[in-house]
């Protein structure tokens, strides 16, 4: 796994710990990231919801200098799978 995937594992998991549903991360060229029941880990799984992204738009919703909603919007986070889902991933990040 690269780099920016091990820091976005450490990141996430202070920020979510566990997650009732399962969700995955893409970052382009870099790996996936899956969250769920048991943590966050980097991981490749089926998930109810997969979110893709560019390491800048990822980094920047990890930080807070991107809203997830606003990169959705305009097409910088593809969304894969249930919405509500994603929502809840939205709220736990915040």
Same mark, same amino acid.
């Given at each position: 796994m690269s780099d920016?995937?091990? +820091?976005a594992v450490e990141k996430l998991s202070e920020k979510i710990g566990s997650f009732s549903s399962t969700a995955k991360f893409v970052?382009?060229?870099?790996g996936s990231i899956m969250i769920d029941d048991s943590g966050v880990r980097a991981g490749?799984?089926? +998930?109810d919801v997969t979110l893709t992204a560019s390491?800048?738009?990822?980094?920047g919703i990890l930080d807070g200098s991107v809203n997830p909603?606003?990169?959705?919007?305009s097409g910088k986070l593809?969304?894969?799978?249930d919405m509500s889902v994603a929502m809840q991933l939205g709220q736990a990040l915040s």
């Open positions: 920016i995937v091990n +820091a970052i382009e060229d870099e490749d799984d089926a +998930a390491r800048e738009t990822f980094e909603t606003t990169a959705f919007m593809k969304l894969d799978g």
